[in-house]
């Protein structure tokens, strides 16, 4: 079967480094042990079964601050989604030993958001409700950030700021995030607009839109959970009008989907191993395509 490798896809360099650092942690005599992840280091399975062999333990929930109550001594790790100043403050109180893997253009979004807040802006954040990042970066200053997912959450707004900013999450749609900046924009003129989406979550977004279109099904390897991943599907199946599926591995694909199927797209979330996506590539180009003619 002919194989489109969408480029670029899958770990992005925050993701590496972040990865890189819970590593070398482990393997450091000086750094206290036990290591612990405050979260899943990146949202996919494969990524954080491959840290557990290095005898890091990933503690997993919605609360970061809560999950801390679980550790009791050695080192902690500040996933690359960020995480709140609350949650550095009790993990200093407990005298656990801080790693900070929170990528760079996460810490930037937090920056912004302390100087906003410093300046009485009310700050406009679009992101997701539940996700690690929005949870570390509303913390930097909660009475003054009000969290927006659509267009709804704009409308229920009680504001009547004279400085109104917006700001974002990294790994949103660029094509949604647009949408719902222009809505704000139609009720809030004078807003300050701060796009902060990351260039490796637009670019993954690009390329599987205009390579994507050039396929019959594109594919998605990544964890349900994990919202670039998610957004991807996303914009193949609204931007490019192509069909895109989400897999987690080379087990979840049905042969059914692939039924008069003669060009497959493959990309990849900036949290998928890419040692998962190539198993993926390789099954893909060995199908046979006589084998999988539409049924008659
Ligand atoms: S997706 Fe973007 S913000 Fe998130 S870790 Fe990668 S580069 Fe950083």
Redesign the pocket.
Known sequence: MEVIKISPRGY????VD?INLAKKAALDPYVPKPVHILGAIVHNRHAVASLEQYGIISLDGPDREALLDQVTGGTVIFT?HGVSPAVKRKAKEKGLYCIDAT?P??TRTHALVRELAALGYTILYIGKRGHPEPEGVIGEAPESVHLIETEADVDELQVDAAKIAVTTQ??LSKWDTERVINYILERFPHAEVYNDL????QERQEAAVEQGRHADLVLVVGDKRSN?SNRLVQVVQEIAGRPARLIDSVADIDLEWLRGVRRVAVTAG?STPSEITREVVRYLESLDLDVLAPEK
Do not use: F, K
């Open positions: 992005c360099y925050g993701v972040a690359a990528c253009d996460v990294t790994t990351c260039l490796a979550t670039n900036s």
